[in-house]
Nanobody
Framework: QVQLVESGGGLVQPGGSLRLSCTTSGTIFSINAMGWFRQYPGKQRTLVASITTGGWANYEDSVKGRFAISRDPAKNTVYLHMNILKPEDTAVYYC??????????WGLGTQVTVSY
């Protein structure tokens, strides 16, 4: 079982930046990728960025060129660097881990609000 703790959200003006962090603990040896998802009110969570243990990253089209995912294996942490933020990036952001069985359990998420 993997436990996840997301942090780094907050209120930021349009055009600003935030860095989200996700620290994992527990049984992590079977993880082959990690991802960041976001959820708008009343909507399902959608994957915005993922990174494999080999370092390959993929992004949802609306965040390409603005967001960057990275990982620090020594700290069991994955980051989401968010730049040029837009009001439509306002959401609750969650991280998750992928194993051969699929995505795992969810953390509590962190709220990102982009507004003046």
């Amino acid at each position: 079982q993997v436990q996840l703790v997301e942090s780094g959200g907050g209120l930021v003006q349009p055009g600003g930046s935030l860095r989200l962090s996700c620290t994992t603990s527990g049984t992590i040896f079977s993880i082959n990728a990690m991802g960041w998802f976001r959820q708008y009110p009343g909507k399902q969570r959608t994957l915005v960025a993922s990174i494999t243990t080999g370092g390959w990253a993929n992004y949802e089209d609306s965040v390409k060129g603005r967001f960057a995912i990275s990982r620090d294996p020594a700290k069991n942490t994955v980051y989401l660097h968010m730049n040029i933020l837009k009001p439509e990036d306002t959401a609750v952001y969650y991280c998750n881990t992928a194993s051969p069985q699929g995505w795992g359990s969810w953390g509590l998420g962190t709220q990102v609000t982009v507004s003046y």
